[in-house]
Structure formats: structure tokens, C-alpha cells
């Protein structure tokens, strides 16, 4: 047994220097199994030794963008850093739905009363005095004329007044302000017929075209008139004639995309305005919508031209329609001399009626009487605001009553 246990001790010894020497080649084996050589400093790093542990025992890998590994393929997730995403389509523009005329009266005659009516004010004022004697009389005559009434119908008025005075005998604020109502009433002449000549014909669509110099709001009257028509169902067409004044027509045609009208219009700046006027007939008959209305650019009265113009633009537009309504647009700030403009314009074009804008933030509210009366003319719509629906049919019982308060 004794000769044995060198043997047995060499053959231990051997084996425990093959195991110590197995894991050592295994490495070395790996590691020259994994080199590739010089790495170049373009090449990614290797992952250090936090990052291989937290890649195998759970916890967020923290990595650069890996190399594609294989085969490209047409199907996979697309590269983040190069993806355009498409713009979303803008949403499309909601219509406003026009307030109804029949409501319209009621806030404009609201807002007439508390706006500058002095001509209403000063006259139950001064007819409610105890004792009217000839300076009373005289006051009464002069607050007439600052309302532009005019002189013929105020000298008409006061000789009412005075005599109804006499025969009334107590003055009440009751009395004064029925007699007033009365009279005025008369002088606004409710029996015009203040309706809009808007019915399509057969074969046809009414034309309707609104004229007025520079500065009383004519195109936006023609924007709010839309609405106007939008609310009582008609099919309405606007015509951009306006070719002088910049971005008229884009006015126009914002006025009428907020209600869904359609526009046409020139591309050229300073065309021919009676061609545009005609093309937005020809349309409207090949559309067969209810009603065209024509925008003209703003006329100065005293250029001779530009009225013959003016003139011209009704005489094409009559080759293929008649013109069924010529609406004047005045400031009622204007007083005498929206007079004076009327005068002129219906020398050129058969004013068939007027618009009268901006009644508000005025005394002069006595211009109704004055244009109706000089021209024969019915006031047909009256402005009292900028908001989009603050134009109304004209009736002269709610204006007179307005202006009573």
C-alpha cells in the first residue's frame, strides 16, 4: 500500500493542475473568439459592465440606437429620427347661423332709444312747459332743424304743433308725447312701401345693386344685407365690383363665407368693374340662385366720370337681367349733405331705396324725413351698430317710438 501512495499523490496533484488550467484556456479561448481587431474610433463602445448586468438582470437599458442586425426588411418600425408626420387638415370653418329680422327690430329700436335722440327728447321737453309762448315755439323750430329734418317739413310740424296745443289746452307728458307720436309718425310716411324687390323671377334671379360714396360702409352693408337674406332661406350670390378700393373684394368675401355666399370676383387689381358685374349675373342665372347682389366701388358725387361709370355698370348688367332694386347707402351722420348726395345719384341710377347707417350715435334721425321727401325714396334698412347683425328693415312706428323712448 505504501509503494502506491506516491503514485496516487502524483495523480491528485495532476488532476488539480488540469482543473486550475481548464477555466483559463476556456477564457482565453472566448477572448480570442471575440476579438476583431484594431477598433476603429467610429465604432460603437462595448457595453461596460453596469450596462451588460442591468441587460441581464432586469432594469433599464441605457443604449444607443443598435446597429440594424440582419437582412434589411420592407416591413419593421420606421427610423424615429427621419419620420415627417402629416400636418392635420385644418378644420372646416363653421357657419353662423344670422339672427332672425323679426328680433332684429326689437334690439334696434332698444338701442335707438338710448342713444343720442335728442330730437324725441327735446321736444316732449319743451311741449311739456307750463306756459309756450313764441320763444318755446322758436326753440321747438330749431331743434327740428338740427335733426335735419329740413325746413319745408319742419315749418309744417310746428304749424301742426302749435295749433294742436292750442286745442289740447293741458299739457300732460301723457298728452304731449301721443300728439308727438302722431306727427311724427306722419312725417315718416308709413304708407312707402319699404319692401325689398327680392323675389326670383322665372327664368332669373333678382338683382340688386348697392351704391354710395367713399366711407358709409357700403360693402359691409352689402355683407350684413346677406345675412339678412340668409335668415329669410334666400340663395344668395355676391358680385365684387368694387375693383378700385384695395381688398374690397376679400371684404366681401369674408362676409359672405361666414354664411356660406358665394363671391365672384376679379384677380386683377383694377378690372373693369361692369365685367365683373356681369359675370356675377351669368353665374347667378347658370347657379339659379334667388338673389345677386352687386357691390360697386364707393363714388365721389362730383367726378363726372365715375358716376358715368356707375352708369355703365347698370346698363351691362340690364343686357342679361333687369335691375330690380338700387339701394343707396348714407351715413346718417352726414345730415345735408346725404341730402345732397341722394340728389346726385339719382340722376345717374333709379334709386329704388336707401340704407341709412349709423342712426346710433345721432341726433340727425330727422334725415328720413328730409331724403323721403325730397327724392319720393323709402328708407328700407337702417344701421344702428357694427355688429354683423345690426341691420333691419326700417318700419316708422318702431322709429318713432324709439325715439320717444
Not at 318755446?136 to 304743433?161: K, Q
Not at 344685407?225 to 358680385?239: N, W
Not at 351722420?333 to 336707401?354: C, D
Not at 330727422?366 to 333691419?392: H, M, N, R, S, Y
Request: no cysteine.
Amino acid at each position: 500500500m505504501n509503494e502506491f501512495l506516491p503514485i496516487i499523490l502524483s495523480i491528485v496533484v495532476g488532476l488539480a493542475v488540469i482543473g486550475g488550467l481548464i477555466p483559463v484556456f476556456l477564457k482565453a479561448r472566448r477572448s480570442s473568439q471575440n476579438y476583431t481587431g484594431p477598433r476603429d474610433a467610429n465604432d460603437p463602445a462595448p457595453l461596460d459592465s453596469a450596462a451588460s448586468t442591468d441587460a441581464q438582470g432586469g432594469g433599464t437599458l441605457v443604449e444607443d440606437r443598435p446597429e440594424p442586425q440582419g437582412p434589411p426588411s420592407d416591413i419593421g418600425t420606421p427610423d424615429l429620427e427621419t419620420v415627417e408626420l402629416e400636418p392635420e387638415a385644418p378644420a372646416a370653418p363653421s357657419l353662423e347661423t344670422p339672427l332672425p329680422v323679426e328680433g332684429r327690430l326689437v334690439r334696434l329700436r332698444a338701442r335707438l332709444a338710448k342713444s343720442n335722440n335728442a330730437l324725441g327728447k327735446g321736444l316732449l321737453a319743451l311741449l311739456s312747459r307750463d306756459t309756450i309762448d313764441e320763444n318755446v315755439w322758436e326753440e321747438v323750430e330749431e331743434t327740428l332743424l338740427l335733426a335735419d329734418i329740413g325746413t319745408d317739413s319742419t315749418m309744417d310740424l310746428v304749424d301742426t304743433l302749435r295749433d294742436r296745443v292750442k286745442v289740447l289746452g293741458v299739457r300732460s307728458p301723457e298728452h304731449v308725447q301721443a300728439m308727438l307720436r302722431e306727427e311724427l309718425i306722419k312725417l315718416m310716411d308709413p304708407t312707402m312701401d319699404r319692401t325689398l324687390n327680392i323675389s326670383r323671377h322665372d327664368d332669373r334671379p333678382a338683382v340688386l345693386m348697392v351704391v354710395g360714396v367713399n366711407g358709409v360702409g357700403k360693402t359691409t352693408t352689402v355683407g350684413k344685407l346677406a345675412r339678412v337674406l340668409v335668415a329669410e332661406d334666400k340663395d344668395v350670390l355676391l358680385g365684387a365690383a368694387d375693383t378700385f378700393r384695395a381688398a374690397a373684394a376679400e371684404q366681401l368675401a369674408t362676409w359672405g363665407a361666414r354664411v356660406g355666399v358665394p363671391t365672384v370676383k376679379s384677380d386683377v387689381d383694377g378690372a373693369d368693374p361692369a365685367s365683373v358685374a356681369f359675370e356675377a349675373v351669368k353665374v347667378g342665372i347658370e347657379q339659379e340662385v334667388d338673389v345677386v347682389m352687386i357691390d360697386t366701388a364707393g363714388r365721389l358725387q362730383n367726378k363726372v366720370g365715375l358716376m358715368d361709370e356707375l352708369g355703365k355698370v347698370k346698363r351691362v348688367i340690364e343686357k342679361q337681367a333687369t335691375v330690380d332694386e338700387v339701394l343707396l347707402v348714407l351715413d346718417a351722420t352726414t345730415g345735408q349733405n346725404g341730402l345732397t348726395q341722394a340728389k346726385v345719384f339719382a340722376e345717374v341710377v333709379n334709386i329704388t331705396g336707401i340704407v341709412l347707417t349709423k342712426l346710433d350715435g345721432t341726433a340727425k334721425g330727422g334725415i328720413v324725413v328730409a331724403i323721403q321727401k325730397t327724392l319720393g325714396v323709402p328708407v328700407k334698412l337702417v344701421g344702428l351698430g357694427e355688429g354683423a347683425d345690426d341691420l333691419a328693415p326700417f318700419d316708422a312706428e318702431s322709429f318713432v317710438d324709439a325715439l320717444l323712448n
